[in-house]
């Protein structure tokens, strides 16, 4: 076979996988759901994040860039992961348990994504967990999703990304002086973000004076996000229950799914093109390819 013969194959298997998964969400929509029996479930997570895919420039046409005035060169594709913990190690750090990951992503809208992630998490017994957990970083559309579709999930916004915005308020105060990043990060990170003393950590940015408006404005943007996300970063307190704080599941579902496979040199997708290859890879990394092969045969 030749490589164009493999590409074809692949995003023709991809997108019927694709046309299968918008039936079972459709009929979910327009039906309940039915209650499915079986063991409760300690504790299950449902992580979101997206990451950008280089499309085609028809793709793209009349979205704007990143850079102000510059088109867009890419699409996003959003990414849902669901997966269990029953257990935690002798330091009260959470395990999640083997095998236990399934992954859905796609080049949608957030209001398309939710109820395809929902199902997912809903197959996975979501109604059957005794604790549901919701993480994701800032973005307002995950908690959107969150608040639409996993209402009374415990929220936590991944304390990686929340370290980060501090760290670049640091770099904006002291462009180029690293120890003095180091000794303003030893106070906000140390002693009030990872303490979870949110309240606190916005009241010092919020004191912040500059004789510079641009970044008066950038520090008071950081203190809005960290005071519109306060009840998820209640840290100490996520600990304590020993469940994850981290998105360490869905980054690198984002480098495995779809960074390895739709990002490489020289690859400009179609929308369409590249969400009958993720849903293949989704279905693959799902352990369900040979079980879309028995329900084809069947039909």
């Given at each position: 076979?030749t490589a164009k013969a493999v590409e074809r194959?692949?995003?023709?298997i991809g997108a019927d996988i694709g046309a ?280």
């Amino acid at each position: 076979m030749t490589a164009k013969a493999v590409e074809r194959t692949a995003k023709a298997i991809g997108a019927d996988i694709g046309a299968g998964e918008q039936q079972e969400i459709q009929r979910a929509l327009q039906l309940n759901l039915p209650i499915v029996v079986g063991q409760p479930i300690p504790i299950l997570y449902v992580e979101m994040d997206g990451t950008g895919v280089p499309v085609v420039k028809a793709e793209t046409e009349g979205r704007a860039g990143k850079v102000k005035g510059e088109p867009a060169h890419t699409r996003e594709a959003k990414i849902g992961s669901v997966f269990t913990q029953t257990t935690w190690d002798g330091e009260g750090y959470a395990i999640r348990d083997p095998d236990s990951t399934t992954y859905v992503a796609a080049i949608e809208s957030a209001g398309d994504f939710g109820p395809r992630l929902y199902l997912e998490a809903w197959n996975r017994g979501w109604e059957r967990a005794e604790r549901k957990v919701v993480i994701g970083d800032g973005a307002e559309w995950i908690w959107n999703i969150a608040a639409d579709h996993f209402p009374g999930a415990i929220q936590i916004v991944d304390i990686f990304h929340a370290r980060q915005h501090l760290w670049d308020v640091a770099r904006k105060l002291y462009p180029g002086q690293e120890a003095e990043q180091k000794r303003w990060m030893a106070i906000h990170q140390d002693e009030l973000l990872d303490q979870g003393r949110i309240e606190e950590l916005v009241a010092a940015l919020r004191a912040i004076d500059s004789i510079h408006p641009e970044l008066l404005e950038k520090i008071r943007t950081e203190a809005d996000y960290f005071d519109n996300n306060r009840e998820r970063m209640r840290y100490p307190n996520f600990r304590a229950q020993h469940l994850f704080i981290g998105s360490g599941v869905i980054e690198a579902g984002c480098k495995t799914i779809i960074g390895s496979r739709c990002k490489q040199s020289g690859m400009f997708w179609t929308v369409r093109g590249a969400n009958a290859i993720l849903a293949l890879r989704c279905c693959h990394f799902n352990g369900r390819f040979e079980d879309y092969w028995e329900s084809r045969r069947a039909a």
